[in-house]
Every structure is written in C-alpha cells, then in structure tokens.
C-alpha cells in the first residue's frame, strides 16, 4: 500500500476515533472548588465581603447548562450559609453572565482523491460576490460555495454571581429572595454531581 493510499484511509479514521474517544472524556463542570489543577474547568469560588456576608461564583464549562450553573450557585450559598453558623441566606444581587464564542474550523476529513502530498493543489479560484466584489476561495476558508467542508459550532459558557447575606433564626415568610439553607441543601443535594475519582 502506498503512502498516499494510506494516508487517505487510515489517517481519517484514527482522526475520527480520536475526536470521539475525546468526546467520550468530555463532562460538564461537577461541582467541585474552582481549581487550576482540576480535571474539567470551572467550579465555585466565594470572596468574603463582610462577617455575615459573601460573593458566591459558580462558572461552568462549555457543556455547562445555565440550569446547572444557577442550581449549583444556589446550592453552594446554602452549604456556605451552614459551614458559617447560619440559617438561612437572603439575594441582594444575583447575575448571569453568558459567554458565546463561535468557532469555525476546517473539515478534518477535507481529503481531495489526489491526496495530500500536493497541498500546494487544492482547488483555489476567484469568484465575483456583491456587495464584496472579487474575493477567492480555497477548501480551508470557508464560503458559500463550500459550507460543508467547514464546521461551524456556537460554544456558550456561563457564570453565575450572587452576594448574599447570612442570618441565625427562622426564615421569615413570603420573601422570594430568601432560602432556608437546610431546605435547599436537603432539596438540591441528591442531585448535585461531583467530580469523579
């Protein structure tokens, strides 16, 4: 078998068991300490702004939902409400911030039937587009003409931040931005997740 033969089959195929065994390593961000060292990217941190005061951040990573990140915001201002010595916690400020990055990255199985020891062939002409005019193309820059030998993909991340203020005693009724920090823990608890290994 040739290089270019092989090149052509098996190089495809080992690019394609890669990405989906990477795909497979993949996972949202559990819910774990923000860390430089931790296995998936993201996680909750707190800053103390007062003796009964906190601002609570929970970042997730691209496979993150928005539900998720609020949800262990939330939880996180609860078991930090306890580990104080309080009861319940109140929102005074509470924000999402969403991040969208859009990526655009060649087809790696791109692969022209003459191989790719003649890189410097691919197929490369110009073509008349109004408003632009005159522009060129090549399999590798994206157009028009060739949409589906480019991967377009819309990658969303988001934070959430809460400053909260920690109380002792019962939790007075009717006030939509105060938590029993025993009920959330008790409710939200089974079904955080955290990390594995």
């Known amino acids: 078998m040739t290089n270019d033969r092989f090149s052509a089959l098996v190089l495809p195929a080992l690019a394609g068991l890669t990405l989906a065994l990477g795909g497979c390593a993949a996972t949202t961000t559990p819910?774990?300490?923000?860390?430089?060292?931790?296995?998936?990217?993201?996680g909750y941190s707190e800053v103390q702004l007062a003796s009964d005061?906190?601002?609570?951040?929970?970042?997730?990573?691209?496979?993150?939902?928005?539900?998720?990140?609020?949800?262990?915001?939330?939880?996180?201002s609860a078991e930090l409400t306890l580990a104080q010595g309080y009861d319940w916690f109140s929102i005074v400020q509470r924000e999402t911030e969403h991040r969208v990055e859009r990526r655009v990255e060649p087809d790696p199985f791109y692969r022209p039937w003459y191989g790719s020891t003649y890189a410097y062939w691919l197929p490369e002409w110009r073509y008349y587009g109004r408003p632009y005019g005159w522009r060129s193309w090549y399999p590798y820059g994206g157009d028009?003409?060739?949409?589906?030998?480019?991967?377009?993909r819309t990658v969303e991340q988001f934070e959430a931040t809460a400053e909260i203020i920690m109380h002792r005693g019962p939790k007075p009724e009717g006030n939509g931005k105060s938590?029993?920090?025993?009920?959330?823990?008790?409710?939200?608890?089974?079904?955080?997740?955290?990390?594995?290994?």
């Open 31 to 42: 819910y774990q300490p923000a860390s430089a060292s931790s296995k998936v990217k993201g």
């Open 53 to 76: 005061r906190y601002r609570v951040t929970f970042e997730g990573n691209n496979l993150t939902s928005r539900d998720t990140v609020e949800g262990y915001l939330l939880y996180r």
């Open 144 to 152: 028009p003409f060739w949409a589906s030998r480019i991967d377009v």
């Open 179 to 197: 938590f029993d920090a025993r009920d959330v823990v008790a409710t939200l608890g089974p079904k955080i997740e955290r990390p594995k290994g």
